[in-house]
């Protein structure tokens, strides 16, 4: 076993820098590892709706790096990275301080893209983080009258779109008029049939509208404006306008132009950077090369960590690294307070038995945190011993 004189660098602690980090120190109980992150808390943002809805609270979901990394040897700086040097192997943090690597893992996320719509970074609320949830909370509890504009806009009918509206007009009830705008012909165009179905179905019954081929061209402090495939221009006043049609990767700044893909840091199959063969990449900041059909995923970026552990050992002692092979276990989705649509791992299913899954698979992704969600899982599969077969 060859040793290393630096720490393992692990930039962003999310689902792809967690799984990464927790990875090594399981396999390789003598590398120092070193995880750096801005924020105090991880965030598990597929249940953030649930969070929004008080079905799950906060502090279940968003366990602190204190509690994930103690007494795993793994030291954890909050602190962010602004600045990468490829050249010399340093990271230039946000107080200047600098650290010096000699393997890096980059896995810090995307954030919402508004496509330099006039208005949208000013005027619309987003669904990213915790904070976002709180603020969206805080603007639809306030009371409407008779005679205020009750419409809500949500733009874009991807999986964030389509569950933040079931949630909202559940938790809302009739308070709101909610209109989901759609670039392309369909909802959740990338989901699977089945999930796409049950959407709909759903969308029915909850009075949810959703206006396709449509887009915004801007949004002001009082008017959002749309155009149709017909250029045909229409103004409407809002309550709200909640943005949830596209997310961009978060870059540091780096000393050189390096490859990219749809603005996306280009990696090799074993999760490479092209010319830095000691920097890997992984989760929503990465495009592997010759592959643009891999989800953008919590999914995705938990099974890259898994392989760029096992990636960073194989190179580390100098044998050959292996190719990465996204394994799709399916597709979740909540669809309002209590429902939900699965698809995948062998089955369909939808309604309250589909949230219940949902919940218990999601519980089973959180390695040592999350005990109230533990607690749910081992209660539902002792009630529901069919199921665990496929956890
Ligand atoms: C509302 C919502 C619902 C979702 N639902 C699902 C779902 O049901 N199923 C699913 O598979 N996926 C879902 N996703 C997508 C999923 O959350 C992402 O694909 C996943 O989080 C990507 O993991 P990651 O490790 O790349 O980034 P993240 O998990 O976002 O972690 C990135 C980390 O990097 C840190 N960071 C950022 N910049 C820096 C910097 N400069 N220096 C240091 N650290 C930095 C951030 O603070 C963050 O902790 C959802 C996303 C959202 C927003």
Known sequence: MNTIKKPIVIVGSGFGGINAALNLRNNNPDFPILVIDPKNQFEFKPLLYEVFSNEIKSWEVNPKFDSIYANSGITFIHNRVNFIDFDKNILILQDDLKIEFEYLVLSTGS????????????????????????NLKKLLDKPTTVGTNNKIFIIGAGPSGVELACKIRDIYKLKFEIIIIEKTPEILNNSKTFNKE??????????????????????????????????QVKNFSYFEVIWTAGIKPNLPEFNKQIQKINNKILINKNLQLQDFPNIFAIGDISQMENNNSSPVTAQVAMQQGEHV?????LLINNQKLLPFKFNDKG????????????SGIGLTL????????????????MPKFGKSLKSTASWFLEKKSIFKNIL
């Open 309 to 313: 552990a096992l990636n960073l050992k």
């Open 198 to 231: 049950e959407a709909e179905k759903t969308f029915e019954k909850k009075n949810i509208n959703v206006m396709k081929n449509c887009s915004v061209i801007e949004v002001t402090n009082e008017q959002i404006v749309l155009t149709n495939n017909l250029n």
């Open 350 to 365: 939808s309604g309250k038995l589909a949230f219940d899954l949902r919940r218990v698979i999601y519980a089973s992704k």
């Open 111 to 134: 954030s919402p893209n508004d496509f330099s719509i006039k208005g949208v970074k000013e005027y619309c609320s987003f669904f990213n983080t915790n904070e976002d949830q709180i």
């Open 331 to 342: 597709e979740m989705m909540s669809l309002g307070i209590g429902e939900a649509s699965i």
